[in-house]
């Protein structure tokens, strides 16, 4: 990681200077609308630093329906349920997530589910967006490598910030934490925002 991006961590006081200095403004997230756009991040994360998540299965699956489907949080309550008592049966990978989507959405047909469940296309839309969001420099952009692609857990990630910077542990654990709650909101955002202007698309 680029340690100077990341030691600009250690300069932020709040989380609102964080969020002024480094991001367009964008509006927090509720939980399903962290836990669905951490699943997206996971697929990303999978496909652009190659090594698997200790429960990306199942993430990617909740990730690949939820984009799918209109955004609400009783459907998402139920996408979670449905993945979780599945992963639970045993199901994995494709067979999980067809067995998912014929639960939730029986009048689709597989070969439908199968063309649309492009996984590697889901992590690509994630790719572009980040890109679009962050400056390379942008230490967000890096907690986010650091975290989902290279798999560091966030007390590492809080670690190196510490030992880069001389910031008590504790503080740059904090400043990590807002790192992701900021990632999450704004590539939520961002990404529901590409679905509406794409389906406005296809009306018109």
């Not at 200095?21 to 399903?32: D, G, N």
């Not at 998540?53 to 939820?66: A, F, Y």
């Amino acid at each position: 990681m680029n340690n100077d991006a990341l030691a600009q961590l250690a300069q932020v006081m709040r989380k609102s200077d964080l969020k002024k200095r480094y991001l367009k403004p964008v509006r927090l997230i509720t939980p399903l609308q962290s836990a669905w756009v951490r699943c997206l991040l996971d697929v990303w994360g999978e496909k652009y630093g190659g090594s698997v998540g200790p429960d990306s299965g199942k993430s990617s699956v909740i990730g690949r329906l939820m984009i799918r489907k209109e955004w609400n949080d009783r459907e998402s309550e139920r996408i979670l349920e449905v993945v979780d008592n599945l992963h639970k049966q045993g199901y994995k990978g494709n067979e999980l997530f067809i067995k998912a989507q014929q639960l939730i959405n029986p009048q689709n047909s597989v070969s439908n589910l199968l063309d649309r469940a492009n996984e590697q296309e889901d992590a690509d839309i994630v790719e572009a967006v980040i890109c679009r969001l962050f400056e390379p420099a942008n230490p967000i952009r890096h907690v986010a490598i650091k975290y989902y692609c290279e798999r560091k857990c966030a007390q590492d990630i809080a670690y190196e910030l510490s030992r880069v910077t001389g910031i008590h542990p504790e503080n740059a654990k904090t400043r990590i934490k807002w790192c992701r709650q900021l990632l999450e909101a704004a590539v939520y955002h961002a990404i529901v925002a590409d679905i509406d202007a794409n389906k406005h698309q296809l009306a018109a």
